[in-house]
């Protein structure tokens, strides 16, 4: 059975930094591409970050370019979000998502999320 | 960018009956359309992917349709467990990755 589990979540202030992990199970980690994709309170899900399967492929919204970097670590089946600068408007549950080919398209499994909450 | 755009917002509809749910690209995206089902307080759940595939374990009450710029998720007979928004998301062009803004779908 395919897991994903998501930790790392929490309060921070206004400028702070964060490190978001995921623990995959269940499937071969390193044939997937991996994704992050964020849910605002009350809001539709928007799409974060992607890595390929081999990490030679990285992908990010616009709105976390320069500030959140995605990583993955294959021999521990992890996978990494690296947040700095963070606003209030990046506020969200943090959801680590599968694609079940090498590189991204849609997300077939999804950990139950973190909250990431960005508040002086 | 493509822009996803859903409609209706809100649909009622009763137990047992039909329910049509539509999905808008800005541009074409072939068929690389998927269908997500999100309950209150759950992580989305994959239910349609490539426009028409059914994911495993997905009952077959559920159907997908459409290409290009116009698709449509349909669920046959509705069951009380179907109450959910349900989401969008194209993957022909990306990044980025990008997400219809939901349909809910309520007990009439």
């Known amino acids: 059975e395919v897991q994903l589990v998501e930790s790392g979540g929490g309060l921070v202030k206004p400028g702070g930094s964060l490190r978001l992990s995921c623990a995959a199970s269940?499937?071969?980690?390193?044939?997937?591409?991996m994704s992050w994709v964020r849910q605002a309170p009350g809001k539709g899900l928007e799409w974060v970050s992607s890595?390929?399967?081999?990490?030679?492929?990285?992908f990010e919204a616009n709105s976390v370019r320069g500030r959140f970097i995605i990583s993955r670590d294959n021999a521990q089946k992890s996978l990494y979000l690296q947040m700095n600068s963070l606003r209030a408007d990046d506020t969200a549950v943090y959801y680590c998502?599968?694609?079940?080919?090498?590189?991204?398209?849609?997300?077939?499994?999804w950990g139950p999320g973190t909250l990431v909450t960005v508040s002086s | 960018e493509i822009a996803m755009t859903q409609s209706p917002a809100t649909l009622s509809v009763s137990p047992g009956e039909r329910a049509t749910l539509s999905c808008r690209a800005s541009?074409?995206?072939?068929?690389?359309l998927a269908w997500y089902q999100q309950k209150p307080g759950q992580a989305p759940r994959l239910l349609i992917y490539?426009?028409?595939t059914r994911a495993t374990d997905i009952p077959a009450r559920f159907s997908g349709s459409g290409s290009g710029t116009e698709f449509t998720l349909t669920i046959s007979s509705l069951q009380s467990e179907d109450f959910a928004i349900y989401y969008c998301?194209?993957?022909?062009?990306?990044?980025?990755?990008?997400f219809g803004q939901g349909t809910r779908l309520e007990i009439k």
């Open positions: 269940g499937f071969t980690f390193s044939s997937s591409a």
């Open positions: 998301q194209q993957y022909d062009i990306w990044p980025p990755f990008t």
């Open positions: 998502a599968r694609s079940i080919t090498s590189r991204p398209g849609w997300f077939d499994s």
């Open positions: 490539g426009a028409s």
């Open positions: 541009q074409s995206v072939s068929s690389n």
């Open positions: 890595i390929s399967s081999s990490s030679a492929y990285i």
